[in-house]
């Protein structure tokens, strides 16, 4: 007779997860998840609470008003150098899924990243993945994020507003925004973390982007919801492996389509390659991430971060040994 696979007792059923933009490709991972009721079959109640930028989605789960954070891996290595011990769980991302682009209407005869001192860039949040893009590329042009002027402009609508009305030169944001910018003529990428490639040539190796994370006393005490939260990702990870654009247009909600389907697809077909296959982050990947942010924080250069810290792999890969992922 089979053996029958019992799962263990959940240490609580309901999960509030902070995401800051869920509608971006980042989060897509979470959003099909949550819409084909991957939860559920796992016994969890999750609520996701969407918030403006990735910073207050980390202020909720430094509060504990949230148990998880859905955010860009480098927030565990940001926040344990302020002593603050959190940790990855399931990785969504293995790119960035950012884009670089110049504003074609101010800046129509650009030639090199000398043509920007002086320039406002757009940024969704201060301290957010695309801030760091952003100060990245400028330091590969040879310009100091000194030489320019950074503009919080936030993520969709507004950032489009930002640009269109004039107030910024050229933007470091996500999809499915950048996408639209670019088929419109309207931005000229000049540096691009949407592909494996472009991410490698840009950050010097693999770099890992949205995962789930909680701190590691969440992790200690609920390790059954961990390992249910990690199982429901993969499955959603699987499932993307193979999706059509039709299967996704039907899965995620209508509004996050900018009332262009074609648009929306075109973005997903951008940002394919940079969703995580099973939920496990490389070692590689993780030293990349602190590497870059130890070369633009004083913080993380001067304290000792311990990598194996800011992630387990544990949950992703019982959850890839179930699901076959």
């Known amino acids: ?20 933009g869920k509608a971006t490709f980042s989060c897509l991972p979470l959003t099909i998840t949550e819409q084909l009721g991957f939860f559920k079959a796992e ?15 980390l202020q909720a789960l430094t509060a504990k008003s949230v148990d998880v954070c859905s955010a860009g891996f480098e927030r565990t290595i940001h926040l344990q150098s302020s002593q603050q011990m959190v940790q990855s769980f399931v990785l969504q991302g293995r790119a960035p899924q950012i884009a670089f682009g110049i504003a074609t209407r101010d800046l129509p005869a650009y030639k090199s990243m000398a043509d ?24 590969q042009g040879g310009l100091k994020t000194s030489d320019v002027s950074f503009v919080a402009v936030g993520e969709a609508d507004s950032a489009l507003s930002a640009l269109r009305s004039g107030q910024i030169d050229a933007m470091s944001n996500t999809d499915p925004l950048m996408t639209m910018l670019e088929q419109k003529g309207e931005v000229k990428i000049i540096s691009d973390a949407r592909t494996l490639k472009g991410t490698a040539e840009l950050f010097g190796g693999p770099m890992p ?24 990702m993969v499955r959603g990870l699987k499932w993307l492996q193979t999706a ?13 389509l900018l009332g262009d389907r074609g648009l929306y ?4 077909n951008k940002v394919r390659e940079s969703i995580s296959l099973d939920g496990i982050l490389a070692e ?10 130890a070369r633009f924080d004083t913080a993380i250069a001067a ?6 810290k800011t992630y387990t792999n544990e949950f992703a890969r019982r959850a890839k040994e179930r699901f076959k992922a």
């Open 303 to 308: 304290t000792k971060i311990n990598l194996d």
């Open 1 to 20: 007779m089979p053996a029958l696979h019992a799962q263990p007792q959940l240490e609580s059923r309901k999960v509030t997860i902070s995401v800051g």
């Open 265 to 268: 697809i075109a973005s997903f």
């Open 209 to 232: 982007a949205a995962c789930l994370f909680a701190p590691v006393e969440f992790i200690r005490k609920n390790p059954a919801v961990c390992q249910a939260l990690a199982n429901a």
């Open 244 to 256: 059509g654009p039709g299967d996704i247009i039907k899965t995620v909600p209508e509004n996050y």
């Open 116 to 139: 920007l001192k002086g320039k406002r860039i757009g940024i969704p949040a201060f301290g957010s993945s695309s801030a760091m893009m952003a100060s990245l590329v400028l330091a």
């Open 43 to 57: 016994g969890l109640s999750v609520t996701i609470a969407d918030f403006e930028s990735g910073a207050l989605a």
């Open 284 to 293: 590689d990947a993780a030293r990349t991430a602190l590497r870059v942010l």
